[in-house]
T-cell receptor
Framework: DAKTTQPPSMDCAEGRAANLPCNHSTISGNEYVYWYRQIHSQGPQYIIH???NNETNEMASLIITEDRKSSTLILPHATLRDTAVYYC???????????????FGKGTLLTVNP | NAGVTQTPKFQVLKTGQSMTLQCAQD?????MYWYRQDPGMGLRLIYY???????DKGEVPNGYNVSRLNKREFSLRLESAAPSQTSVYFC????????????????FGPGTRLTVT
């Protein structure tokens, strides 16, 4: 799986948009970008994933650059409950073997301030 | 619909003791996983079960055994606990989505915090 690079920490004001960047310059054509988050002392939570088109769901939006070498997770109106470590993961979308695992790096600690 | 449940939530063991961590999911998922998370680190896969009746080693399987009891339950056993196994253990499950079987969204339990002294 391609390696990802994220800033170790970011701050955001409550009610503002939080934009979390991720670099994955070695991504290959059959690899998807996934985002998970982990609120303190809880299990990780799936947020969103995409291949090359931008994606949106009830939690967030995912913007992937045209060359697919980077992406941005956007939380449109951050709340205090969005304070968490956010993980960007790149993995191949096919079944079998090590493709079942999610490789979590160190992620970005997003702190939403009142 | 409870999702993924894990028992116990907390456990303290002495070196050499054994124990089994229990995991159950009610989402009818085929695949289940055990991860460990050490302080300040990402998750590491211990074992996984792609479907009922199969289990496979992940990145860090040494010192652990697993049993896929049925489609709902996947247990993790420490036969002889060591201080290096002090960690938070997460169970997860997933199901295939869409035409590409690898599009797994994994759903995690709340974790078991294990301390081995």
């Amino acid at each position: 799986d391609a390696k990802t690079t994220q800033p170790p920490s970011m701050d955001c004001a409550e009610g503002r948009a939080a934009n979390l960047p991720c670099n994955h310059s070695t991504i290959s054509g059959n690899e998807y970008v996934y985002w998970y988050r982990q609120i303190h002392s809880q299990g990780p939570q799936y947020i969103i994933h995409g291949l090359k088109n931008n994606e949106t769901n009830e939690m967030a939006s995912l913007i992937i650059t045209e060359d697919r070498k980077s992406s941005t997770l956007i939380l449109p109106h951050a709340t205090l409950r969005d304070t968490a470590v956010y993980y960007c993961i790149v993995r191949v979308a096919r079944s079998g073997g090590s493709n079942y695992k999610l490789t979590f790096g160190k992620g970005t600690l997003l702190t939403v301030n009142p | 619909n409870a999702g993924v449940t894990q028992t116990p939530k907390f456990q303290v063991l002495k070196t050499g003791q054994s124990m089994t961590l229990q995991c159950a999911q009610d989402m009818n998922h085929n695949s289940m996983y055990w991860y460990r998370q050490d302080p300040g680190m990402g998750l590491r896969l211990i074992y996984y079960s792609a479907s009922e009746g199969t289990t496979d080693k992940g990145e860090v399987p040494n010192g652990y055994n697993v049993s896929r009891l049925n489609k709902r339950e996947f247990s993790l056993r420490l036969e002889s606990a060591a201080p290096s196994q002090t960690s938070v253990y997460f169970c997860a499950s997933s199901e295939a989505r869409g035409p590409l079987l690898g599009l797994y969204e994994q759903y995690f339990g709340p974790g078991t915090r294990l301390t081995v002294t």
